[in-house]
């Protein structure tokens, strides 16, 4: 598994985002896929992950109804779907792949990340 995250950019408050998370290696259609992010001075977090099939997706709080998960198995692609963004969404979004198909909201979980995409959310 080899994964690569794009998408990020600068953008109002109230703004649209689609972050996309590609597998150049074809092989992460067994496994969970999550995206966190990391704040400056502050923990990585859990924002969404979303099983093997996708059948199955899980969110933090503080982005249910406005991010939406999802993953086109046809083009090894996982995407994170970002409206309604906040300033308190500013961070750099990491995508990873867990070794099993259902993940968790722990980054132990997770065997393989991506570099990170840089989201700025301005007021």
């Known amino acids: 598994v080899q994964l690569q995250a794009s998408g990020g950019g600068s953008v109002q408050a109230g703004d649209s985002l689609r972050l996309s998370c590609a597998d150049s290696?074809?092989?992460?259609?067994?496994?969970?896929v999550a995206w966190f992010r990391q704040a400056p001075g502050k923990e990585r977090e859990f924002v969404a992950r979303i099983s093997w099939r996708g059948s199955s997706t899980y969110y933090v709080d503080s982005v249910k109804g406005r991010f939406t998960i999802s993953r086109d198995s046809a083009k090894n692609t996982v995407y994170l779907q970002m409206n309604s963004l906040k300033p308190e969404d500013t961070a750099v979004y990491y995508c990873?792949?867990?070794?099993?198909?259902?993940?968790?909201?722990?980054?132990?979980?997770?065997?393989?990340w991506g570099q990170g995409t840089l989201v700025t959310v301005s007021s």
């Open positions: 990873a792949a867990s070794l099993g198909p259902y993940g968790s909201s722990s980054v132990r979980e997770y065997r393989y």
């Open positions: 290696r074809r092989t992460f259609s067994n496994n969970a």
